[in-house]
């Protein structure tokens, strides 16, 4: 085989990738099924909305190829790459575009749900900064993109198994080992400790802001006499 093995994708990036899998599985599968799940459902919720805003910080100070710059579909990319011509490691400026729609939709499908209402016993977290309306508004927001969301899950699997069968081309093992054999480049510098420190610490926070934990506990309700006062 022509070419070296080289380190592609870090261990945060493989990480972040199967834990947002797994989490986003779940909270369709809860949000489908609704009733005592949509606690979990809140939680897998704040659990993307960390794991977003890891990748967002990693996109700039993470190694090589988890970068945004690396991979941002510009048009002299996306036009080499339909000619043919492009030539370069980790997500090739179509699969880029798939990418930045999965980061988009799925920042737009967890903050919708934190002003979430399910009209019965379920509100998001941040549920009480908006009036009911808005609320409303949201939650049709949130049902819409959860199709959106579904239709582009499938498409990126059928890419890459495409890949794999078709192009023969495995996109999945580096995924899952970090290392691609026969590449054309070299093994991804960068994101060191003081990166994975900052990106942490930007995630947690931002979770924290999603829980609303911040926010001052809802009055107690107000206490119901014993005896009539009559
Ligand atoms: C990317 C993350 C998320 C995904 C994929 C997701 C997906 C879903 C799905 C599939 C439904 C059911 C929609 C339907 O019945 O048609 C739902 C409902 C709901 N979600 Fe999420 N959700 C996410 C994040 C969140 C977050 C962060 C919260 C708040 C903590 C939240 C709060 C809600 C609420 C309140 C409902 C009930 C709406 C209703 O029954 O009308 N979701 N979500
Ligand atoms: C809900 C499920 C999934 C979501 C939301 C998702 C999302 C993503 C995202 C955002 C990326 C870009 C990674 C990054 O740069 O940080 C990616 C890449 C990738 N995903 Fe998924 N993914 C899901 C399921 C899967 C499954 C089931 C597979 C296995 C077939 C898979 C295989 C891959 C591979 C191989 C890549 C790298 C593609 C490349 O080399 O350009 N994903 N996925």
New binding site residues.
Partial sequence: MNGKRIL??DLP?RL???L??????GA?VSGQLGGNLMVWHGRLGIFIVGLLAF?LV??LVGST??RFIQ?FPSPARVGAYLRGEWRGE???PL??F??FA??GL?TAQAVSGLFSNDDIAFTGPLFSLVDKAASNRLTGLHHLLSNV?IA??CL??A???Y?GRVKKQ???????TGWKDGASGESARGGGIVALVIALSVSFALAYGASGNWMPPPPPPPAVSETPDW
């Fill in positions: 592609l994708w990036t972040f990738h199967w947002l899998a797994l989490a986003v599985i369709m990748r990693w996109g190829y988890a991979f980790g997500h090739n699969g880029a798939a990418v999965f980061f799925l969301l582009l899950v990126h699997v890419a890459i198994v890949y495995s996109l999945l093992k580096p995924m899952v």
